[in-house]
């Protein structure tokens, strides 16, 4: 089992551009996440799928978009990046019930130049 | 709306010595909170996880957490640190209310001294 994989590993952006970060699980989990990392403020939640066919705003959704695939599959897109979206971005399953912990993946360095 | 602090941004400790992280939690309902740890460059792994029963939970790599509501703490322990502890630590509280989404602590990064 690869677990949660991520793509790319690394990405530097000009401002203005657009780009889709890739995440898949192969835990057969019923829900996705996906978070940003900086500095001192821990993981922030972007959006989340509890359910395949079903995607919410977590707390910071501003400046991007999902897409969930497949059971399997959770998108990230940016559609216009700026440099305040320079961040780290980890992709996380879950079984989707309350006790059970999320898995992540690896994460994506991004920077918006 | 649920949060987790965690007042220590650094800890250095020194190898074989005990370690003591605090995480402190709101949430309105019984919780269910989670340490996770994440080694330089790399995602994050679960420690430990309380959803209920014995306050004091085991975890792996010799890591313990005490979960007391009175102090709405969920304070994680080892009591002899090896090198390899050197990482990033953060504490979790998760909201089965809405698809079991988890709310961080900003992170205690811990330096381990030779």
């Known amino acids: 089992n690869a677990g949660v994989t991520q793509t790319p590993k690394f990405q530097v952006l000009k401002t203005g551009q657009s780009m889709t970060l890739q995440c898949a699980q192969d835990?057969?989990?019923?829900?996705m996440y996906w978070y940003r990392q900086d500095p001192g403020m821990g993981l922030r939640l972007i959006y989340y799928s509890a359910s395949e066919g079903t995607t919410d705003k977590g707390e910071v959704p501003n400046g991007y978009n999902v897409s969930r695939l497949n059971k399997r599959e959770f998108s990230l897109r940016l559609e216009s990046a700026a440099p305040s979206q320079t961040s780290v971005y980890f992709c996380?399953?879950?079984?989707?019930?309350?006790?059970?912990?999320?898995?992540f993946g690896p994460g994506t360095r991004l920077t918006v130049l | 709306a649920q949060s987790v602090t965690q007042p220590d941004i650094h800890i250095t400790v020194s190898e074989g010595a005990s370690l003591e992280l605090r995480c402190n939690y709101s949430?309105?309902?019984?919780?269910?909170l989670f340490w996770y740890v994440q080694s330089p460059g790399q995602g994050l792994q679960l420690l430990l996880k309380?959803?209920?029963?014995?306050?004091l939970v085991q975890g792996i790599k010799g890591f313990e957490a005490e979960f007391k509501r009175s102090q709405s703490s969920f304070n994680l322990r080892k009591p002899s640190v090896h090198w390899s502890d050197a990482a990033e630590y953060f504490c979790?509280?998760?909201?089965?209310?809405?698809?079991?989404?988890?709310?961080f602590g900003g992170g205690t990064r811990v330096l381990v001294k030779p």
């Open positions: 949430y309105g309902a019984t919780p269910y």
């Open positions: 996380a399953s879950g079984a989707g019930v309350s006790y059970n912990e999320q898995f």
């Open positions: 309380y959803f209920s029963g014995d306050t």
């Open positions: 979790a509280v998760g909201d089965y209310a809405a698809g079991n989404k988890l709310t």
């Open positions: 835990m057969n989990h019923n829900s």
